[in-house]
């Protein structure tokens, strides 16, 4: 098959970690038979340099034109003096909402192999765990109504969270189609004790159950989950939850896998175009040294092929090679402690290998 991807390598060491995840890209095709044509498009702070914008036009055609977008990340000290409308970091806004994208997925996973980096106690992840955040991405209290307004007690201020059935079906569907293609456990996340939006929430998810007779769906209170992930983050399958919520509790399962070089995410809508990044950001500080960690952006790779193309083997092959590096001991700096490590190419070099 060929697919075309646009690629958006952005600043920092976006364009060292996105050039890692082409050249395992190519090895998946000269593997499997497939083609992946890559179309680079500015992005961030190096689009406002070169065309005085973060999202420059050409670039949100460009990724509504390809099969599938992989972004490296955006922003540095250089613009961080610019209003908050022109920075690098609103293109990323605009992409998303340009590209339809509702849905973010974020897998946490603790590696066997880097266990000594988890912030847990050696016991509560004695067997890792892996752990995928179903995050709605446009509706929910970030985009309800707000405002400021006079009170009984003077100036005061408020937002809104509203769910349409709309949105919690459509993010619902895409939760249970994951949990199908994994293990079948899905934890729906809300706080329908006290919320009206969240006992929709929960009235909706649970309509949807009778469609996926092999997923298993239970509530759990957002207070509760926030608890259950430091005490027992391996009970966890997959994770759908709204926009708020999402946004914090996948900071707190990231946290936990302690790599934050290694943690991809993908933003899904109506298509199967995605959008496809590291969660980490440009780094600026280790920007143009070769020692940044490409695994999060070649693992976002991965998620493209998986969800993007459907190409569970080729995605798998990906995952597997990044175990085994891992396995064997090697590491890129920021996981080395002190230690030797190897660059973001020797890495890359060796997933190849791998591959
Ligand atoms: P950051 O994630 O870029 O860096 C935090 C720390 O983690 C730094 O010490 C960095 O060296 C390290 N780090 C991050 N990724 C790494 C990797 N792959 N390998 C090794 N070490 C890695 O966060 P920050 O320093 O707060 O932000 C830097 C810039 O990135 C800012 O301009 C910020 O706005 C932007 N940012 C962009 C995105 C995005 O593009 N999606 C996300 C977050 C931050």
Request: proline share 5%; with cysteine.
């Amino acid at each position: 098959m060929n697919y075309n991807i646009a690629l958006l390598k952005g600043d920092g060491i976006g364009p060292e970690i996105v050039d890692s995840a082409v050249r395992v890209l190519e090895k998946i095709g000269e593997k499997y038979g497939h083609v992946f044509n890559f179309t680079p498009y500015l992005i961030g702070g190096i689009a406002i340099d070169s065309c005085g914008e973060p999202l420059p036009k050409a670039t949100v055609e460009g990724c509504l034109a390809s099969d599938s977008v992989l972004l490296g990340a955006v922003g540095g000290p250089k613009w961080d003096t610019l209003p908050g409308n022109q920075r690098p970091e609103k293109a990323l806004l605009g992409i998303r909402s340009a590209m339809g994208l509702f849905t973010n997925l974020r897998p946490a996973k603790l590696y066997p192999a880097l266990k000594g980096d988890c912030p847990l106690r050696e016991d509560i992840v004695a067997n890792g765990f892996d752990i995928m955040i179903v995050r709605e991405l446009t509706g929910g209290i970030y985009f309800g109504e707000r405002g400021m307004r006079q009170g009984k007690y003077g100036e005061e201020a408020y937002d809104t969270e509203c769910y349409s059935r709309m949105e919690i079906e459509r993010i619902a569907k895409v939760a249970y189609e994951t949990a199908q293609k994994r293990n079948g456990k899905l934890t729906s996340i809300d706080k329908a004790n006290v919320l009206e939006s969240s006992r929709l929430w929960r009235k909706v998810v649970h309509e949807l159950e009778a469609s996926y007779p092999n997923v298993e769906c239970v509530d759990m209170l957002v207070d509760n989950a926030a608890m259950q992930l430091v005490r027992n983050p391996a009970q966890f399958d997959v994770i759908v939850t709204s926009n708020m919520f999402g946004d914090i509790l996948s900071d707190e399962a990231s946290q936990i896998t302690g790599s934050i070089g290694m943690l991809p995410s993908a933003s899904l809508g109506d298509n199967t175009r995605g959008l496809y990044e590291p969660i980490h950001g440009s780094a600026p500080d280790i920007a143009g040294m070769n020692i940044a960690n490409p695994i999060a952006t070649i693992l976002s790779g991965a998620m493209m092929l998986l969800y993007s193309f459907n190409l569970k083997e080729e995605s798998e092959a990906i995952v597997n090679a990044v175990d085994k590096v891992l396995e064997a001991g090697f590491r890129t700096k920021d996981l080395a402690h002190g230690g030797e490590y190897l660059t973001t190419t020797e890495i890359t070099d060796k997933i190849i290998e791998n591959i």
